[in-house]
């Protein structure tokens, strides 16, 4: 993560997400000589503090290593990448205010953001007002990419639609179709709970559920209700420090004795804060780092244990795609204005090295997705070592759980 012509300033960073991770083991913003010419600046925008703050912890560490590890090649361009980084503290006014603020005064070329879908939504309203590049690192819902899809908006983590459509059958298969939904109220959950709706009554299933807030802390009346309902499946569709609060009062109520529990997602970043008893379920993860038959992985894996000091999730490999694809595109389009920017990414193919993945993973031009893997599987007790904690039983193609272009209900309007 030479002679010095013009030194990268350095910039205040967030007090506290950020003392630690990434920017502790690489320092401070990476040196380089690149002819006089100005930094290309990546205005990063993500929820540094709040219930969202490690998975966007990990997204700005991931970024960071791939910042530095892209100056030691002469950058992008041949100028080195300045990341500058702001915390919408999981607010969608203060995150759109901090994109405008990158933009205007900070004179980014590309912005990336938000884990917030709500945030990430928002803000792609202000980068296509203004023609800036764009890459969602991980928020999922589905009209960043669907029904209000934009030129310049590009997008690394799955849809809600891809996650739910791959665990389904699964869920199914294992455990039966009476399933009781834990939903977070805000972009994500509406989009997440629909898309399982859709799969599982496609399926001849039933289900009830509760919407709660995003920060939600007392489980105790859904999880009675839940009881109540027998389902053969709760799903926890919250994600982040939500999440695990609501997993530990399961456990609390002894609940895994009545119910299986899966969902869409259950991150290592969640996992490891969740007790013993609560680390179960069949679940997806968008990407993980126990991949023994692929080289490249086992190589990044390494390197990044021994440079940041902790193993590498999907939001650290999140971040890292997301500044590798501005160099990809950057490269391709010789460029680094927006719409130029945007025409090069359109159906790119990632190397191995950054796609760090079986099979070919491309950004979809009709969408703009991303079409990776999606790792279903089981999770359990940590076995040879605290991350291990998953076991994939199946490998999803992004391209079969996503459905087609006219699925997403996105009609690309080209910039004018």
Same mark, same amino acid.
């Given at each position: 993560?030479?002679?010095? +012509? @013009?030194?990268?300033?350095?910039?205040?960073?967030?007090?506290?997400?950020? =003392? *630690?991770?990434? /920017?502790?083991?690489? %320092? $401070?913003?990476?040196?380089?000589?690149?002819?006089?010419?100005?930094? +290309? @600046?990546?205005?990063?925008?993500?929820?540094?503090?709040?219930?969202?703050? =490690? *998975?966007?912890? /990990?997204?700005?560490? %991931? $970024?960071?290593?791939?910042e530095t590890e892209i100056n030691k090649k002469d950058g992008i361009l041949g100028r080195p990448i300045q990341l500058l980084i702001e915390d919408s503290a999981n607010d969608v006014g203060t995150g759109v205010q901090k994109t405008r603020k990158l933009i205007d005064r900070?004179?980014?070329?590309?912005?990336?953001?938000?884990?917030?879908?709500?945030?990430?939504?928002?803000?792609?309203?202000?980068?296509?007002?203004?023609?800036?590049?764009?890459?969602?690192?991980?928020?999922?819902?589905?009209?960043?990419?669907?029904?209000?899809?934009?030129?310049?908006?590009?997008?690394?983590?799955?849809?809600?639609?891809?996650?739910?459509?791959?665990?389904?059958?699964?869920?199914?298969?294992?455990?039966?179709?009476?399933?009781?939904?834990?939903?977070?109220?805000?972009?994500?959950?509406?989009?997440?709970?629909?898309?399982?709706?859709?799969?599982?009554?496609?399926?001849?299933?039933?289900?009830?559920?509760?919407?709660?807030?995003?920060?939600?802390?007392?489980?105790?009346?859904?999880?009675?209700?839940?009881?109540?309902?027998?389902?053969?499946?709760?799903?926890?569709?919250?994600?982040?420090?939500?999440?695990?609060?609501?997993?530990?009062?399961?456990?609390?109520?002894?609940?895994?004795?009545?119910?299986?529990?899966?969902?869409?997602?259950?991150?290592?970043?969640?996992?490891?804060?969740?007790?013993?008893?609560?680390?179960?379920?069949?679940?997806?993860?968008?990407?993980?780092?126990?991949?023994?038959?692929?080289?490249?992985?086992?190589?990044?894996?390494?390197?990044?244990?021994?440079?940041?000091?902790?193993?590498?999730?999907?939001?650290?490999?999140?971040?890292?795609?997301?500044?590798?694809?501005?160099?990809?595109?950057?490269?391709?389009?010789?460029?680094?204005?927006?719409?130029?920017?945007?025409?090069?990414?359109?159906?790119?193919?990632?190397?191995?090295?950054?796609?760090?993945?079986?099979?070919?993973?491309?950004?979809?031009?009709?969408?703009?997705?991303?079409?990776?893997?999606?790792?279903?599987?089981?999770?359990?007790?940590?076995?040879?070592?605290?991350?291990?904690?998953?076991?994939?039983?199946?490998?999803?193609?992004?391209?079969?759980?996503?459905?087609?272009?006219?699925?997403?209900?996105?009609?690309?309007?080209?910039?004018t």
């Open positions: 993560m030479p002679k010095i +012509v @013009k030194p990268v300033r350095r910039r205040t960073f967030i007090q506290g997400g950020l =003392a *630690l991770g990434v /920017s502790q083991a690489i %320092g $401070a913003p990476f040196i380089i000589t690149a002819c006089g010419d100005e930094p +290309v @600046k990546i205005g990063m925008v993500n929820p540094l503090t709040g219930v969202l703050a =490690a *998975l966007a912890q /990990s997204e700005v560490d %991931g $970024a960071k290593y791939a900070d004179n980014v070329n590309v912005i990336l953001g938000d884990v917030n879908s709500g945030i990430a939504y928002a803000m792609s309203q202000v980068t296509n007002e203004k023609k800036v590049f764009h890459i969602v690192p991980g928020g999922h819902t589905d009209p960043i990419t669907g029904t209000n899809c934009k030129w310049n908006v590009f997008r690394v983590c799955n849809t809600t639609s891809m996650e739910a459509n791959a665990v389904t059958p699964e869920l199914v298969k294992r455990f039966g179709k009476k399933w009781f939904f834990i939903t977070p109220d805000y972009a994500y959950g509406h989009t997440l709970q629909e898309a399982f709706v859709k799969a599982l009554t496609k399926s001849g299933g039933t289900y009830d559920g509760d919407m709660l807030p995003i920060n939600n802390t007392d489980f105790s009346a859904t999880l009675i209700k839940a009881k109540a309902y027998k389902p053969n499946v709760l799903l926890n569709n919250i994600g982040g420090l939500t999440q695990i609060n609501c997993m530990k009062q399961f456990t609390q109520f002894g609940m895994q004795k009545e119910m299986a529990l899966g969902g869409g997602l259950f991150e290592l970043e969640s996992v490891k804060g969740c007790p013993p008893e609560a680390q179960t379920g069949w679940w997806d993860m968008e990407w993980w780092w126990n991949q023994p038959d692929v080289p490249e992985v086992v190589k990044f894996v390494a390197d990044y244990r021994a440079t940041v000091n902790k193993t590498p999730t999907a939001r650290d490999w999140f971040g890292y795609v997301s500044v590798h694809s501005v160099r990809l595109a950057a490269e391709k389009a010789k460029s680094l204005d927006g719409p130029k920017l945007a025409a090069a990414l359109e159906d790119l193919e990632l190397p191995p090295d950054v796609a760090l993945q079986p099979g070919k993973v491309r950004y979809r031009a009709g969408d703009h997705e991303l079409m990776p893997n999606i790792f279903v599987g089981e999770v359990h007790t940590p076995k040879s070592g605290p991350e291990d904690v998953f076991t994939v039983a199946a490998l999803v193609p992004g391209e079969e759980a996503a459905g087609s272009v006219a699925d997403t209900g996105c009609k690309m309007v080209q910039p």
